[in-house]
């Protein structure tokens, strides 16, 4: 793993007094993509939310490009260079695409049409739609939209909780497409994600995750062979 740029140590955490995280470690490096797997209930978005300060953490450090977030809100967060895209209401849906893309940029002070411009290019299903109201998409167009958003502020590291729940298997597909197109960017991805199998095989890393623990830590494709993964966490058996 090249230098972290992102590093959660020991985070407990939960709910109502009650910790679903307990003791998670988590690390991104510099333009790497990594992925959060594990059963229902293993603390997957419950760990995306304490990193991105909505939830409190009881104890443990986060640290981003070398400074102490540990529990810093949201809005101190995205100028920093993090950005996140919830699972669910990640969309204007009476605005148009053209109209979200710029409100992810509402915290600019400079021009950043040459910032949409590239978007469009990310994503080119969206340019042919831009000027039609996000709600009126298809899923996939409609996570295209709220993933182009979180980019206008040009973050350092993405989070993702979920990006292809729900979509059918073609635009699933498309989304991991696109998700490399941006990593490929230089910008560090982490992303929860039920379609192990495939958030597995686009990954640089992934952590297994069970009960709010750290089960497995390696490579996407070392993760992808190890047959007790695989017979555990991904519904079949593997290599190895």
């Not at 293993?42 to 760990?47: D, I, L, M, Q």
């Not at 000027?131 to 206008?152: F, H, N």
């Not at 989070?159 to 059918?168: I, R, V, W």
């Not at 991991?176 to 095989?201: C, D, P, Y």
Request: proline share 5%; hydrophobic share 40%; glycine share 14%.
């Amino acid at each position: 793993m090249s230098a972290a740029l992102l590093e959660a140590t020991g985070l407990y955490g939960g709910y109502g007094g009650l910790d679903i995280l307990n003791g998670v470690e988590l690390a991104v490096g510099a333009g790497e993509i990594v992925v959060i797997v594990g059963p229902n209930g293993a603390g997957k978005s419950t760990a995306m939310k304490a990193i991105f300060g909505l939830l409190r953490v009881r104890q443990g450090t986060v640290t981003f490009d070398g400074r102490d977030i540990t529990n810093a809100p949201p809005e101190r967060l995205v100028p920093l260079g993090m950005s996140y895209v919830p699972q669910e209401s990640n969309v204007f849906p009476n605005l148009t695409v053209h109209e979200n893309l710029e409100m992810g940029a509402f915290t600019r002070r400079d021009d950043f049409s040459g910032v949409l411009g590239q978007m469009y290019d990310l994503f080119p299903p969206l340019k042919e739609k831009r000027k039609q109201p996000a709600g009126e998409l298809s899923g996939g167009q409609r996570q295209m939209v709220a993933i182009a958003r979180a980019l206008m502020v040009e973050p350092k590291l993405l989070l993702l909780d979920e990006p292809t729940a729900g979509l059918s298997p073609l635009f699933m597909q498309e989304i991991f497409e696109r998700i490399i197109a941006v990593n490929k960017t230089g910008v560090g991805i982490l992303m929860v994600e039920q379609n192990a199998r495939q958030a597995l095989g686009i990954a640089h890393r992934g952590y297994v995750l069970s009960l709010g623990q750290n089960r497995f830590i390696d490579t996407g494709a070392n993760l992808l062979a190890n047959r007790e993964v695989a017979e555990s966490f991904l519904g079949g058996s593997g290599g190895g």
